[in-house]
């Protein structure tokens, strides 16, 4: 006689077996995002033990929470245009375009309201033209950007002769305090803003039809145009979207030092790939996620901060960005070559 207990094993079992597979499709599906936590993880874990009175203090977190919205604003739309196969070397020279936008249309009408919306149409207005010099003259996104990049960078040197701007008055007003104000004197705005940008960017790309045409375009951008997806217009918005994100990390920036200097974004371009590889996002198009950048993106500005509060020099950090972005692109490279 069979009791109910060996009766119910085969089917505890059979549930165990499922939960075993479930979990394994699960960590195959994101595997990327756990590694990139992994890695966010271990770090921590290295710097606290490496640099404990740094570390547990709260002034280096503050310190990132100011810092690492500048250039992760931009990575997060940034991913969503590279998994569609493209990519925008010029958004430093944006963030500088957007600003001077906001500088010259405040010194004449003195609206910080006016201005700030004229700094994002701009920023938005640059990164279409982008999109539309790649998609309707065909000029590869990597060279074409590149000599945008120089353009926009020249043109604001023309345009300010070289000299910077104050911005203490609009720093001072009810916009500079929504934007890099400090929330209970400790949390700055930006870092409120990085996040919500992140919300909504993983919004798009996983919960709305847009984010499916973007996969599908970095996927196959042939089989995407037979399913009827606009590709060229997809690829114009999301030039667009890292424009305006790009304009409005730069106002952001210069709000925080009550300052504008024509140089303003050349420091951003190897953090912000780096956020965006190391996060997961593949070069080849197709692949990527916003939380695998939203960390990375934590990760990368904690280097030269965690490098120096370890006793190293700051020489390591470009050694360390570079090694990052070719590791990523190698990891990527490899996978697809097996997968293929």
């Known amino acids: 006689m069979v009791s109910h207990a060996e009766e119910r094993l085969p089917e505890k079992s059979k549930g165990q077996q499922l939960t075993g597979d479930s979990l394994a499709r699960f960590a195959q599906k994101n595997a990327s995002q756990l590694g990139i936590i992994g890695v966010f993880i271990i770090l921590w874990l290295f710097y606290f033990f490496a640099a ?91 060279i074409a950007t590149i000599g945008t ?96 994100t790009a304009a409005f990390a730069g106002l952001l920036s210069s709000l925080q030092v009550a300052n504008f200097f024509s140089t303003l974004g050349e420091g951003h371009l190897m953090t912000t790939l780096a956020s965006v590889f190391l996060g997961g996002t593949s070069v080849f198009g197709g692949v990527g996620s916003v939380l695998g950048t939203f960390i990375a993106s934590f990760i990368i500005g904690s280097i030269n901060g965690g490098i120096v509060a370890v006793g190293l020099t700051g020489f390591y950090t470009q050694l360390i960005y570079g090694l990052i972005i070719t590791a990523s692109v190698a990891m990527h490279t490899i996978l697809r070559k097996r997968l293929g």
């Not at 803003?193 to 909504?200: E, Y």
């Open 52 to 142: 404990p009175e740094t570390f547990r203090s709260s002034d280096i977190y503050a310190a990132f929470m100011l810092s690492v919205p500048f250039f992760g604003i931009v990575a997060l739309p940034l991913t969503m245009l590279i998994i569609a196969g493209e990519i925008d070397l010029s958004f430093p020279s944006i963030m500088a375009i957007g600003t001077i936008t906001f500088i010259e249309v405040f010194d004449i009408t003195g609206n910080v309201w006016l201005s700030f919306f004229a700094c994002l149409l701009a920023g938005f207005g640059v990164g279409a033209l982008n999109g539309l010099i790649v998609v309707k003259i065909g000029i590869p996104s990597l």
């Open 149 to 244: 990049q120089f353009f926009w960078r020249g043109m604001v040197l023309v345009v300010r002769e070289g000299r910077s701007a104050v911005l203490v008055e609009p720093k001072n007003s009810a916009l500079g305090d929504l934007l890099v104000g400090k929330i209970n004197n400790f949390w700055p705005a930006q870092v409120i803003w990085f996040l919500f940008i992140a919300i909504v960017v993983w919004f798009l790309l996983n919960r709305h039809v847009f984010g499916a045409h973007v996969y599908l375009i970095g996927d196959n951008e042939n089989s995407a145009r037979l399913m009827g997806i606009n590709v060229g217009r997809t690829k114009i918005i999301l030039f667009g979207i890292v424009g305006v």
